[in-house]
């Protein structure tokens, strides 16, 4: 078995929030979910509209696998009542 590549951090790259994922498909073994933030629209009559900041594209496998991680992560966290609110538990 290949040794996995070793991760490099680099302290320049740029966090991106999202309020959601409002859609996702699967196309040539990839699932594409795209991501959008919740801004007001002064101009008409404050309304909100959803506006896309980006798409993740990743091979099917690693994506059920992310999606796997995160629910771990989460399950972790929650299941952990001596945590302080607003602390990441890693």
Request: glycine share 4%.
């Amino acid at each position: 078995m290949a040794t996995p590549p070793k991760v490099l951090y680099n302290p320049h790259t740029p966090d991106v929030f999202a309020d959601n994922a409002i859609g996702t498909h699967i196309l040539n073994g990839t699932v594409r979910v795209t991501f959008a933030v919740t801004r007001g629209n002064h101009s008409d009559k404050a309304s909100l509209d959803h506006v896309v900041i980006g798409r993740l594209v990743m091979p099917t496998e690693a994506a059920a696998t992310m999606a796997r991680v995160i629910l771990d992560h989460i399950d972790r966290t929650n299941s952990q009542s001596d945590a302080p609110e607003n602390v990441t538990v890693q």
